[in-house]
């Protein structure tokens, strides 16, 4: 009977897959670990819960299609491996095979296991080119000094000092008797190996127990049961066995399952009868992560135009515009043929936006175009643009446009707008002075920033917007010299960014102050609490429509 091997190292401290392989194999506890033979077949193998996998030899080889007598080269095996690794969090017990040569070869494969993140390798007492254990009588074993050599040469030169070596005895498959096995064993842990693997092909597990009884646990044993499978698994757990190795069930599972779905094609030339029994496509991307792409290109792709909802804000009615807007919100009032709005949603849509939601108000019927959604803000008349975006919140769900509703502007602003990287972006016209609303008078939206417009060819430093402030023109009590630009109501939010005005609104909801806000506001508030409101800087080409002298010049440009 094993005695217990000492020390097991406390779970909870085992940070690295080499440590907790050498933990499955010091632990008291029988531990398994569970054949793959790429990244999908690895994965699964985590997903059921095993602790390890065994990367298998003969598996790899024949889902490879080939034999399982190093017709892989070791670095063909090792781009497999790299996959599995990557692909799973838990152990690698790699099959490895001979060591693919002598002591130089396990030196150089033991280095690079170590840097694709392997736990440990088994290597068998047998030489290169290796044969299957399963196949034929009495293969010739290699030399015990030159086979213990390879062991050290091995343990020499791992770069991880918890990286395990686990030495195959091959002398019970190969006919030597448990004597010569027992040497072998002894001499292999002598040479430093971290476990051994006593192979055996017989039905019955008699030799394997009985060598269990006679090595008394001097150092871990680790069994690979394909043959005697009978045998159930308490009986190695009385035997003091360590780690039970399922070799090869997995890929045998695929062999006849394949096999069959392509057999019933074959012959129905159909894929009725075999839908059902099949893994669903959403199977194959859920177990490849498909899920996480898409987060990850939300999180670092820039959205492509087609992917911006845009958000219209065009509840209000216009008062300044007196009778012309008795029946009409101003931004259905006819510019050359057709509503403002009408021109808007063009501009949008022809620069690539195809999810438009404009909110409507005032005379909200009249707001009656094809290609748009129209969300409500029933308070129009109590309330301002911080309302009307709120009412529009469930499209602030992602990259989002958003703009007044009485703007007209160039496409290329559009163009130029969608290609910036902020997460808030703000559109500020820097030829706001000689505009004409400054100087008529008019109440205007001016913007400071970090730096001023320059027009320089390789301006492209973020420029930071620091306030926004609503002034009355050309009073004399202003001081016009601080500010960089007027607002024109064009805004960007990247999915960051939206998120960010989402959670402000709900923070101006609750303190109150929602109602009577506007988007300076809402924009003010998102800079007072830390987030980065970037300017991009137009010159001109671009209009609004607040009153009677505005509407002339739009019907005028347009
Ligand atoms: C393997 O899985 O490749 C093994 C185990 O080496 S056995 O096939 O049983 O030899
Ligand atoms: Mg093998």
Request: hydrophobic letters at 40%; aromatic letters at 6%; proline letters at 2%.
């Amino acid at each position: 009977m094993a005695t217990k091997i000492e020390g097991a190292t406390n779970r909870a401290a085992l940070r690295t897959k080499t440590q907790k392989l050498k933990h499955a194999l010091v632990k008291e506890k029988l531990a398994f670990v569970m054949e793959a033979h790429n990244g999908l077949s690895a994965k699964i193998v985590e997903e059921a819960g095993f602790e390890g996998i065994w990367a298998s030899g003969l598996s790899m080889s024949a889902a490879l299609g080939v034999r399982d007598n190093n017709e892989a080269s070791w670095t063909q095996i090792l781009e497999q491996l790299e996959f599995m690794a990557d692909a799973t969090s838990i152990l690698i017990l790699v099959d490895g095979d001979t060591g693919y040569g002598n002591f130089n070869n396990v030196r150089r494969l033991v280095k690079k296991l170590c840097q694709r993140g392997i736990a440990g390798v088994c290597i068998e007492d047998k030489l290169f080119p290796k044969t299957n254990s399963f196949i034929g009588e009495g293969q010739p074993l290699a030399d015990v000094e030159e086979f213990s050599g390879r062991i050290k040469a091995g343990k020499d030169s791992q770069d991880d000092s918890d990286f395990q070596i686990v030495a195959r005895v091959e002398a019970l498959i190969s006919g030597h008797g448990m004597t010569e096995a027992l040497r072998r064993a002894e001499a292999y842990h002598a040479a430093g190996a971290d476990g051994i693997l006593i192979h055996s092909k017989k039905a019955e597990a008699d030799e394997i127990l009985d060598f269990g009884r006679e090595w008394a646990g001097r150092a871990p044993l680790v069994i690979v049961p394909t043959m005697y499978y009978k045998t159930p698994t308490d009986v190695f757990r009385e035997t003091g066995v360590s780690l039970v190795i399922w070799a090869n069930h997995n890929l045998r599972a695929a062999l006849s399952a394949m096999r069959e779905t392509s057999r019933r094609i074959m012959e129905e030339q159909a894929l009725t009868s075999v839908e059902s029994e099949v893994a669903s496509v959403k199977e194959v991307f859920d177990i490849v992560g498909q899920g996480e792409l898409a987060a990850a290109e939300a999180r670092y792709l820039k959205p492509k135009s087609g992917e911006y909802k845009c958000i219209v804000l065009a509840a209000s009615r216009g008062s300044a515009l007196g009778i012309l807007t008795e029946r009409l919100p101003k931004c259905m009032l006819d510019i050359r043929g057709k509503p403002l709005l009408h021109r808007l949603v063009t501009t949008l849509n022809e620069g690539g936006l195809r999810d438009i939601c404009v909110v409507r108000g005032y005379q909200k019927e009249a707001i009656n175009l094809a290609n748009i959604r129209a969300i409500d803000n029933d308070a129009y008349a109590k309330s301002g643009e911080a309302t009307s975006l709120a009412c529009a919140t469930d499209q602030l769900d992602g990259a989002t446009i958003i703009s007044y509703g009485d703007i007209l502007f160039r496409p290329y602003i559009l163009e130029n707008l969608l290609a910036t990287t902020g997460d808030i972006t703000t559109v500020i016209d820097a030829r706001w002075r000689g505009a004409g609303h400054w100087e008529a008078g008019r109440q205007v939206d001016l913007a400071s920033c970090s730096r001023t417009f320059t027009g320089e060819y390789l301006d492209e430093e973020p420029i930071l917007l620091t306030a926004l402030h609503t002034r009355d023109g050309d009073s004399e009590d202003n001081n016009d010299g601080e500010f960089s630009g007027e607002f024109i109501g064009l805004i960007k939010l990247s999915t960051k960014g939206a998120a960010a005005v989402k959670r402000e609104l709900a923070a101006m909801k609750s303190e109150g102050v929602l109602d009577m806000a506007d988007l300076p506001n809402l924009l003010n508030r998102l800079i007072a609490t830390g987030e980065s409101v970037e300017v991009l800087y137009v010159t001109g080409h671009w209009l609004d429509v607040d009153d009677a002298f505005d509407l002339a010049k739009a019907r005028n440009v347009v």
